[in-house]
């Protein structure tokens, strides 16, 4: 009777151990599942705004780690992919980069082409020395010198200022520059293209975004600048 009720506790106990131990591996195993659920996916988000259609530069990027189940599908995870890429949506800092995001590189035209809230995007046919020779790219910033002739004779001024090259079109002597304007500006540079002026482009370096006052010039400012005798 001693021995019956000594195997039936060893076997209680035994049974027991099993399902302790099935128990605590059960246990364990939905924690490392909710301890890499946790621990997420590193993705690609801005760490500054992006503006649609601005280059990507690599310090305008990070990697953040998101909960496996917020992760965005086509959501980017290496932060070259995106480096001296556009995109076609503004970006704010701290939100995921998606693939579809993507308008193509800096440096070359493109048809995804968005204007800014508020803004029209207008095309600029020019034959000017720099965007003939296919200097003026996708990305850079450029300001429009433009000469004008007036009752008093022709005058030469620095107009628009900082405008983003969103687009190159065209080839050779019948390049277009397509820019994202407000509309007052918009009007500018429709003016300065029909009224036939003589249009420069000129270029400024990426990073630089001030506007300058200058003054025209006219043939009295340059005689009387450089001392020239009429």
């Not at 151990?17 to 621990?39: C, H, I, K, W």
């Not at 932060?79 to 440096?107: H, K, T, Y």
């Not at 965007?131 to 996708?138: D, E, H, P, S």
């Amino acid at each position: 009777m001693n021995d019956l009720r000594a195997r039936a506790l060893l076997g209680l106990g035994v049974t027991l151990a099993l399902v302790t131990g099935l128990l605590l591996y059960t246990t364990l195993n939905a924690s490392a599942e909710q301890r890499d659920l946790r621990m997420g996916q590193d993705l690609v988000v801005a760490r500054v705004a992006i503006a649609a259609n601005a280059p990507i530069a690599q310090d305008a990027l990070e990697r953040r780690s998101y909960p496996v189940e917020l992760v965005p599908t086509g959501a980017v995870t290496d932060p070259g992919v995106l480096v001296g890429q556009r995109l076609s949506v503004a970006v704010p800092a701290g939100a995921a980069i998606l693939r579809s995001f993507i308008a193509g590189p800096a440096g070359a035209s493109s048809g995804a082409v968005v204007a800014s809230p508020g803004h029209l995007v207008v095309s600029f046919p020019t034959n000017d020395p720099l965007t003939a020779a296919g200097l003026v790219q996708v990305g850079d910033r450029v300001d429009v010198l433009a000469t004008v002739t007036a009752s008093e004779g022709r005058i030469t001024q620095k107009t628009i200022q900082d405008l983003e090259v969103l687009a190159v079109t065209g080839r050779d002597q019948s390049r277009a520059l397509v820019f994202s304007v407000d509309d007052q500006t918009a009007l500018v540079l429709k003016y300065l293209r029909d009224s036939g002026a003589a249009i420069d482009i000129a270029l400024r370096a990426r990073t630089d975004t001030t506007t300058v006052r200058t003054q025209a010039v006219d043939l009295v400012y340059v005689t009387q600048t450089f001392g020239i005798k009429r």
